[in-house]
């Protein structure tokens, strides 16, 4: 509990207190300080307006109406570049909006196109691997299929070169038993 507690708590009268009396007592501090806060506001305010109202004189009878209008001139000029320079910027942040979107789409069909690659190299090494199996274990038995095969030709070359040696022999005795018979007709 501080010490003021009792000033906004007590129920008893406040004269009792001796309040008017404390405000009383206060009451030249607070004119005195009112007294300076003006005197400050006039020591700010007063120069201020003072300045303010020279200037305007000064206007009246000091500046130039063709300078006045060109500074006319010069504020519309730089308001148009102003607006020019907002329509600029206005496009500049459109295009980067439309150039976002389109990166969105670019990457999303990177993206697409990745899966899609991703799928058919995937297809490729299967029907690689389908295809390529076969070719290696043909490959491989290609040693054996080459000497089986090499085998049965040279067992069919011995077999014709006994079947030409007999067709050979035969066909020897027929001639010889020909010229043996057209021999002996001539005789």
Known sequence: MNAYTHLYTSTSDPDEHGYDDLVDSLQGAFDDRGRELKREIAETLVPTVNRV???????GTDVDDTFGKGIIVFNNACKELEALAMRDEDDI??????????????????????????????????????TVDPTLKALRALPANVERTIGSIEKRARQLEKDDASAVSAAEKKIKGLLGKVSSTEN
């Not at 909006?97 to 993206?111: I, P």
């Open 53 to 59: 109202k020279g200037l305007y004189e000064q206007i």
């Open 93 to 130: 942040k459109d295009t980067l909006a439309q150039l976002q979107r389109t990166n969105k789409e670019l990457f999303e069909q990177l993206k697409d196109a990745y899966t899609t690659r991703n799928r058919l190299w995937a297809d490729f090494e299967k029907a690689l691997k389908a």
